[in-house]
């Protein structure tokens, strides 16, 4: 799913070809205790802390879109459990786009995630649990550049 973090074994730098190894950049992550959430194992129990955090990769899809993806850091969980890769696209299969800003939207129990892509950013709501049901919501925000997103504390 990722590249490693550090440069491949034998890449030569040169004027055409930068050696750099892949790094994922979380911008804004969010915090949240919640009950019952579930991971890979089914047999295992990933606790209550968690911090969820959307990534811009730097990888290209076949299209030549930037990917992002989303994961959960499990703070309660042992070395086997400490990541859970939630989600790499939505609930129709795009790709998701480099993930810029996040926040907890409690009236809905999702989590929000925006991408400031220009014309192919916008906001994605996504399910806590693994795995995680993701939606763009496109239709309702539009296309654009978000960089991040806050939900208003006094609304509803």
Request: with cysteine; glycine share 12%; aromatic share 10%.
């Amino acid at each position: 799913m990722t590249a490693p973090m550090l440069p491949f074994s034998g890449d030569v730098q040169s004027t055409a070809h930068n050696v750099e190894a892949s790094k994922t950049e979380p911008d804004k992550n969010t915090y949240l205790i919640l009950q019952g959430l579930h991971g890979a194992d089914p047999n295992y129990n990933y606790g209550t802390h968690f911090l969820f955090q959307g990534h811009e990769t730097g990888q290209r899809d076949a299209a030549g879109n930037v990917q992002g993806y989303i994961t959960r850091i499990n703070l309660d969980a042992d070395g086997p459990h400490p990541v859970t890769l939630l989600a790499t696209a939505d609930s129709v299969g795009n790709h998701l786009p480099t993930i810029d800003g996040s926040t907890w939207y409690p009236w809905a129990q999702r989590l929000l995630f925006t991408s400031e892509n220009g014309d192919k950013g916008g906001v994605w709501q996504a399910t806590p649990d693994y795995p995680s049901m993701v939606d763009d919501l496109s239709g309702i925000f539009g296309r654009g550049g978000y960089e991040g997103i806050q939900a208003d504390p006094q609304c509803c």
